[in-house]
């Protein structure tokens, strides 16, 4: 069973960075994409960030020119550099990974707070 764990989240104030992680369990190899999504309180889950196996790579319009994803395939891990932080940009930041066969996996979140 797959396990995707994400760490880096916290509290920080507007205009500050954080780098998000997502360590998979198995080798990111076999996961045509993987990407952060990210839900606020009261509103519904949204693409984030997401990253193809070959390192294509596509941004939400909102988080363009101040996030970045990227993967380290040796440490089988997928980041999220978050720079700029808004207070808009605060929710629950999830990993999600795609396999060949279409399966998704979800890791539980970590929380990113941004505020004064």
């Known amino acids: 069973q797959v396990q995707l764990v994400e760490s880096g989240g916290g509290l920080v104030q507007p205009g500050g960075s954080l780098r998000l992680s997502c360590v998979a369990s198995g080798s990111i190899f076999s996961f045509n994409s993987m990407g952060w999504y990210r839900q606020a309180p009261g509103k519904q889950r949204e693409l984030v960030a997401a990253?193809?196996?070959?390192?294509?790579?596509n941004y939400a319009d909102s988080v363009k020119g101040r996030f970045t994803i990227s993967r380290d395939n040796a440490k089988n891990t997928v980041y999220l550099q978050v720079n700029s932080l808004k207070p808009e940009d605060t929710a629950v930041y999830y990993c999600?990974?795609?396999?060949?066969?279409?399966?998704?996996?979800w890791g539980k979140g970590t929380r990113v707070t941004v505020s004064s």
């Open positions: 999600n990974a795609r396999s060949s066969v279409g399966i998704i996996y």
């Open positions: 990253i193809t196996s070959a390192g294509s790579t």
